[in-house]
């Protein structure tokens, strides 16, 4: 979005795009800001 509108202030923050660089998207990759590994997906 912050390319598609020429606006910096969209662009997501640092921790965000290292997270996207090294595959931790969440709990289908299994970590991410939270570490999903171990826990019951369904639950959630």
């Known amino acids: 979005m912050a390319r598609a509108l020429d606006a910096p202030r969209y ?3 640092a921790i965000v795009e290292r997270l996207m660089r090294e595959d931790k998207r969440g ?3 299994g970590e991410g800001l939270f570490d999903w590994r171990g826990r019951e997906l369904t639950a959630y």
Do not use: N
Request: proline fraction near 33%; aromatic fraction near 0%.
């Open 11 to 13: 662009a997501p923050p």
């Open 27 to 29: 709990a289908r990759e």
